[in-house]
C-alpha cells in the first residue's frame, strides 16, 4: 500500500533518497484528499531551496495545496508530463506522478522524516 | 454541524463530505470532474436540502413581497417562478431567492442556507409590521430539495415521477401527492434540469428511485464541488462569494431583476441613484489566458487602466472549458467598467498570469433538438 522504499513527511509528501538526489511527491491520501488535480505549478530547474520551503503548488479543480521540499536542495528536473497529464498525479502519486528530482545539500534529508509504518500509523491515527 | 436527510443515502455512495452554510454536505462522490461531465453530457443528481423554504401566505402576501424584493411579483402567475432577490437599503444584497407563486395569495420563496435566519427574521418582522393579513412560515426542515440536471434530466424525471413533469417550461412547476411534492424546471447548473421539493421524510426512497431508474440514462451523483463549477461555467452568482451587502444586482450584471415601474420596493432609492450615475464597482468574468488558476482573493488588474482592479470572487478550472475561469468584483473608479476582451492580469502566489475579460456566462448549452 504505503511503499517502504522512502519517507514521508507529515503533510503527507514522500521523499526517495539516492546516490545524493531525492525525488519528492504526494502520497495517495494527499492526492485523494485534494480531488481531481489540473494544473502542477513546478520550479525551475538550478533553482535552490532551503528545507522546509515552498517549492510550487497543486491545483485540484476545488484547492490548492503548496509543495513544500523536506529537505535542502537544487532543483535537478521536473516531472514536464505534468504539463500535458496533470492527472498522473491522481492516477499515479507514487510512480509517474513524481513532482521533482533534487540535488541533496551536504547535510541530507533531517531526521523528522517518517518512515512508511511511521506514516501509515500517522494515517491510521 | 447539520445533516440532511439524505446525509445516509450519501455514505452509502461514497461521498467525501465538506462544511457548507452550517451543514455537513456531499462535496464530491466519482470526483468532481466526473460529476461535472455527467451533469454536462447525461445527468447528475444533487442533494440541497440545505437550501430554506419559507411559505408566505394571505391576503397580503402579494404587497409585502412586492416591497421586500425588486423583482415583479405581480407579474407573477400561479406555478410559475421568478429569481429575485432580499435587498437592503442601500440596493445591495441580503440573499438572492426564488419566488414561486402557489397561488394568488400564496408564495414559497427558496432561500440560501447561510440566509435563511435573517431572511425569516426580516420577512416576519415586515408581516407583523402590516399587523393581519400575512403569514410566514419556515417549512426548510420538512422540505428535502434534490436537483436533477443535465440533457438527460427530463427523460429520467418522466420515468420516476411522470411525463407530465418532462412537459414543464424553464421556470414553471406543478404539485403531485396534493402538495407533498413539487417539480419545477429550474437549477443552477446551466443545463436543462429540474429541482424536487419533497416531503423530508419522503426524500430517501425518492434519491434511491432516481438512482436506480436514472442510472441507464448515466444519472450519477453530484456534490457541491460539480454544482460550483457548474454555476460558475453558467456565470450564475454565489451569494455570500459574488454578490454580498456590498454589491447591488446592477453591479452583478443582475438589473433585470430590478422592475423599477413597480412601485417602491426596499433598495429602490439607491439602485435609482446608481442607474443615474452609474457604479464604480462591476462583477465581470475573465478567462485566464497564462498557466495558473486565480482563486477566490487573488488580484485581478486591467491591464490598460491599472486603477481598475479588484479581488476574484469566485475563480476555478471549468472542466468544460478545459481552462481557468473566474468572477472578479472590480473597481472602476471614474472609468466605465473594461470592455470584453481586455487584457488583464492576476496574481498568484506572486506571480502575473495573463487574463482577459469576457463577457458572461463562459458556458452556454447548446441548442439540443426535441
Given at each position: 500500500m504505503i511503499p517502504d522504499d522512502r519517507l514521508y513527511t507529515a503533510q503527507h509528501e514522500w521523499l526517495k533518497v539516492e546516490d545524493g538526489e531525492a525525488v519528492l511527491g504526494i502520497t495517495d491520501f494527499a492526492q485523494q484528499e485534494l480531488g481531481d488535480v489540473v494544473f502542477v505549478e513546478l520550479p525551475a530547474p538550478g533553482q535552490e531551496f532551503a528545507a522546509g520551503s515552498e517549492i510550487g503548488a497543486i491545483e485540484s479543480v476545488k484547492a490548492v495545496a503548496e509543495i513544500y521540499t523536506p529537505v535542502a536542495g537544487s532543483v535537478e528536473t521536473v516531472n514536464e508530463g505534468l504539463e500535458d497529464a496533470p492527472e498522473l498525479v491522481n492516477e499515479d502519486p507514487y510512480g509517474g506522478g513524481w513532482l521533482v528530482r533534487l540535488r541533496l545539500d551536504d547535510e541530507g534529508p533531517r531526521d523528522d522524516l517518517m518512515t512508511a509504518a511511521d506514516y501509515e500509523a500517522q494515517l491510521a491515527g | 454541524m447539520q445533516r440532511t436527510v439524505l446525509y445516509r443515502r450519501h455514505v452509502e455512495s461514497g461521498a467525501r463530505f465538506g462544511p457548507f452554510a452550517g451543514y455537513e454536505m456531499p462535496i464530491q462522490y466519482e470526483g468532481v470532474l466526473a460529476e461535472h461531465r455527467a451533469v454536462r453530457e447525461r445527468a447528475g443528481m444533487f442533494d440541497v436540502s440545505h437550501m430554506g423554504e419559507i411559505r408566505v401566505r394571505g391576503p397580503r402576501a402579494l404587497p409585502l413581497l412586492q416591497r421586500l424584493t425588486p423583482n415583479d411579483v405581480g407579474a407573477l402567475h400561479p406555478f410559475r417562478a421568478q429569481y429575485s432577490a432580499l435587498l437592503t437599503e442601500r440596493g445591495t444584497f441580503i440573499d438572492d431567492l426564488l419566488v414561486y407563486c402557489l397561488g394568488p395569495e400564496d408564495y414559497l420563496l427558496v432561500v440560501n442556507a447561510a440566509s435563511r435566519a435573517r431572511d425569516l427574521e426580516l420577512l416576519e418582522a415586515a408581516a407583523a409590521a402590516l399587523g393581519q393579513g400575512v403569514r410566514v412560515d419556515d417549512q426548510s426542515d420538512e422540505t428535502a430539495l434534490i436537483a436533477v440536471q443535465g440533457p438527460r434530466a427530463a427523460e429520467i424525471v418522466a420515468d420516476v415521477v411522470g411525463g407530465e413533469a418532462a412537459e414543464l417550461r424553464y421556470y414553471s412547476f406543478l404539485h403531485q401527492d396534493g402538495e407533498e411534492r413539487m417539480v419545477s424546471r429550474t437549477g443552477y447548473t446551466g443545463e436543462d434540469g429540474f429541482e424536487i421539493y419533497t416531503a423530508a421524510d419522503r426524500a430517501e426512497d425518492l434519491w434511491?428511485?432516481?438512482?436506480?431508474?436514472?442510472?441507464?440514462?448515466?444519472?450519477?451523483?453530484?456534490?457541491?464541488?460539480?454544482?460550483?463549477?457548474?454555476?460558475?461555467?453558467?456565470?450564475?452568482?454565489?451569494?455570500?462569494?459574488?454578490?454580498?451587502?456590498?454589491?447591488?444586482?446592477?453591479?452583478?450584471?443582475?438589473?433585470?431583476?430590478?422592475?423599477?415601474?413597480?412601485?417602491?420596493?426596499?433598495?429602490?432609492?439607491?439602485?435609482?441613484?446608481?442607474?443615474?450615475?452609474?457604479?464604480?464597482?462591476?462583477?465581470?468574468?475573465?478567462?485566464?489566458?497564462?498557466?495558473?488558476?486565480?482563486?477566490?482573493?487573488?488580484?485581478?488588474?486591467?491591464?490598460?487602466?491599472?486603477?481598475?482592479?479588484?479581488?476574484?470572487?469566485?475563480?476555478?478550472?471549468?472542466?468544460?472549458?478545459?481552462?481557468?475561469?473566474?468572477?472578479?468584483?472590480?473597481?472602476?473608479?471614474?472609468?466605465?467598467?473594461?470592455?470584453?476582451?481586455s487584457a488583464a492580469t492576476v496574481t498568484v502566489r506572486g506571480r502575473e498570469i495573463d487574463c482577459r475579460i469576457v463577457r458572461l456566462p463562459f458556458y452556454r448549452r447548446p441548442k439540443r433538438g426535441v
Open positions: - | 434511491a428511485e432516481f438512482l436506480e431508474r436514472g442510472s441507464d440514462a448515466g444519472l450519477m451523483p453530484a456534490g457541491l464541488g460539480a454544482r460550483d463549477t457548474l454555476r460558475l461555467e453558467a456565470g450564475m452568482m454565489l451569494c455570500g462569494q459574488d454578490i454580498d451587502e456590498e454589491t447591488t444586482p446592477i453591479e452583478a450584471g443582475l438589473s433585470w431583476i430590478v422592475k423599477w415601474k413597480k412601485g417602491d420596493f426596499t433598495g429602490r432609492d439607491a439602485l435609482v441613484r446608481q442607474r443615474e450615475n452609474g457604479c464604480r464597482h462591476r462583477l465581470v468574468g475573465f478567462e485566464v489566458e497564462g498557466r495558473g488558476i486565480a482563486r477566490h482573493g487573488h488580484r485581478l488588474t486591467v491591464r490598460d487602466a491599472p486603477g481598475c482592479a479588484g479581488p476574484v470572487t469566485s475563480g476555478a478550472f471549468a472542466p468544460t472549458l478545459g481552462k481557468a475561469i473566474g468572477i472578479a468584483r472590480l473597481d472602476c473608479a471614474g472609468g466605465g467598467p473594461p470592455e470584453p476582451g
